[in-house]
């Protein structure tokens, strides 16, 4: 959608190496979140953002941490990165209940 | 707590069949059912939804129905193509929150 952009759009990188994914969204809107799609499980929800410097966890927080200092950017970090990390990460914001999420168009992370 | 359950793929058509992918959910309240569909290396997009009961979602030939009756948002379509090869998703908002919950997925492809 272009209304959030994830960057990068692909990485490599290695076992034990801090990463870094950003998500810019340019329509204002307060809830944000980051998922993981891996085969067999569909989306699972990392970590969301409903304002400036307020997250909470999903329901696979483990080994990520994010920060929201901008209401347009939420950022996603891996602290050490695992191969169990390699996925598509999705980025997501909230519309409304009659509308549902955006999302970005993903990072493809491989952790080699 | 809500949960969204679909047919498990994949599902393999020809060209002009009729597609039924299967959706139930579990929820509390007065949920909005979503149907998501997400092509190859992009990010999901929303297909249709529907905010109650007996509404019918529609777009680009697919509709689904919110039965409240049968817990139910079955997708349809009369005649596929090949470009509606896609990955689709069944998810569900509760109106008391922002929490969205999305189904497994199931992969269509459509043969020529």
């Known amino acids: 959608d272009a209304g959030i952009t994830q960057s990068p759009r692909h990485k490599v990188t290695e076992t034990g190496t801090p990463v870094t994914l950003r998500c810019h969204q340019t329509e204002n809107h307060r809830y944000m979140y980051w998922y993981r799609q891996d085969p067999g499980h569909g989306l699972r929800l990392i970590h969301y953002s409903y304002g400036v410097k307020d997250t909470d966890k999903g329901e696979v927080s483990d080994g990520y941490s994010v920060s929201r200092s901008k209401t347009e950017d939420f950022l996603l970090t891996l602290e050490s990165a695992t191969s169990s990390q390699t996925s598509v990460y999705f980025c997501?914001?909230?519309?409304?209940?009659?509308?549902?999420?955006?999302f970005g168009s993903g990072t493809r992370l491989t952790v080699v | 707590g809500n949960s969204v359950t679909q047919m498990e793929g994949p599902v393999t058509l020809s060209e002009e069949a009729f597609l039924t992918i299967n959706c139930t959910y579990t929820?509390?309240?007065?949920?909005?059912l979503f149907w998501y569909v997400q092509y190859p290396g992009e990010g999901l997009q929303l297909l249709l939804k529907?905010?109650?009961?007996?509404d019918k979602g529609s777009n680009k030939g697919f509709e689904a129905t919110y039965r409240k009756e049968t817990t139910s948002f079955h997708l349809e379509k009369g005649s596929v193509q090949v470009s509606d090869s896609a990955v689709y998703f069944c998810a569900l908002s509760d109106s008391n929150n922002n929490d969205m919950r999305f189904g497994a997925g199931t992969r269509l492809t459509v043969k020529p």
């Open positions: 529907a905010t109650k009961a007996d």
């Open positions: 997501a914001t909230w519309q409304g209940a009659n509308y549902g999420y955006t």
């Open positions: 929820a509390t309240g007065y949920p909005s």
